[in-house]
């Protein structure tokens, strides 16, 4: 369905005006009365040699700043008077499917940054650190030659759930899953990755990568 941007922009003021602030929810995808995507493909790559999108909710934002202008945000006596201050993006990303990083995550991602830059230092430069577990020495770092991930095509494909946690055909878990989690649940959890104060969960959570695009 083409988006009406001048609805859009009728409701927004409808919503602002009552509220003071909108929160504007976008997926990929979103097309134009032209039927163009918002936020198409730049000639240009990422890392993994993939298209790199300019973002639906980027070009979301452009419209809304030349519909608005600064002149809505000085009338309404907002805390910031311009379109483009007023106006911002949030990418939820990796918070949205997992949650805060707890203990564990926070101390193995310094360990694989760790790791990396070790690899580098000894020459390894087609190498990638790696988290690896086994019964005999639990959770530990390691590496793998980049070149492993790749078929005989030199292509990258995506990464399977390992059998122990999930069986993939009937998308159920396993009985033994439980020596692959229970060190998560058990050594890796400190008292400061629970919210049993109150007051603590009422507190706003704030992205380090927010603050910084702010």
């Given at each position: 369905?083409?988006?009406?941007?001048?609805?859009?922009?009728?409701?927004?003021?409808?919503?602002?005006?009552?509220?003071?602030?909108?929160?504007?929810?976008?997926?990929?995808?979103?097309?134009?009365?032209?039927?163009?995507?918002?936020?198409?493909?730049?000639?240009s790559?990422?890392?993994?040699?993939?298209?790199?999108?300019?973002?639906?909710?980027?070009?979301?934002?452009?419209?809304?700043?030349?519909?608005?202008?600064?002149?809505?945000?000085?009338?309404?006596?907002?805390?910031?008077?311009?379109?483009?201050?007023?106006?911002?993006v949030?990418?939820?990303?990796?918070?949205?499917?997992?949650?805060?990083?707890?203990?564990?995550?926070?101390?193995?991602?310094?360990?694989?940054?760790?790791?990396?830059?070790?690899?580098?230092?000894?020459?390894?430069?087609?190498?990638?650190?790696?988290?690896?577990?086994n019964?005999?020495?639990?959770?530990?770092?390691?590496?793998?030659?980049?070149?492993?991930?790749?078929?005989?095509?030199?292509?990258?494909?995506?990464?399977?759930?390992?059998?122990?946690?999930?069986?993939?055909?009937?998308?159920?878990?396993?009985?033994?899953?439980?020596?692959?989690?229970?060190?998560?649940?058990?050594?890796?959890?400190?008292?400061?990755?629970?919210?049993?104060?109150?007051?603590?969960?009422?507190?706003?959570?704030?992205?380090?990568?927010?603050?910084?695009?702010?």
């Amino acid at each position: 369905m083409p988006l009406d941007i001048d609805r859009l922009v009728e409701r927004t003021k409808e919503v602002y005006d009552l509220q003071k602030n909108v929160v504007i929810v976008c997926a990929e995808g979103i097309v134009d009365s032209r039927a163009a995507n918002l936020g198409d493909q730049t000639q240009s790559f990422d890392p993994a040699a993939t298209w790199l999108l300019s973002g639906a909710a980027d070009a979301l934002r452009q419209l809304l700043i030349a519909k608005l202008s600064d002149d809505y945000f000085t009338e309404q006596n907002a805390a910031m008077n311009s379109a483009k201050a007023a106006i911002f993006v949030r990418k939820v990303g990796h918070t949205q499917r997992g949650g805060p990083p707890v203990q564990f995550d926070r101390f193995y991602a310094a360990q694989l940054g760790g790791q990396a830059v070790d690899l580098l230092r000894q020459g390894q430069a087609n190498a990638v650190s790696i988290l690896q577990w086994n019964q005999e020495r639990g959770f530990h770092v390691s590496s793998v030659a980049a070149n492993a991930f790749r078929d005989r095509y030199g292509l990258i494909h995506a990464r399977h759930m390992h059998h122990v946690v999930l069986r993939r055909r009937a998308f159920e878990t396993v009985a033994n899953r439980h020596d692959y989690l229970k060190p998560i649940f058990t050594n890796c959890i400190s008292s400061e990755d629970l919210e049993a104060d109150a007051h603590h969960a009422l507190q706003p959570r704030q992205s380090v990568g927010g603050r910084i695009t702010r």
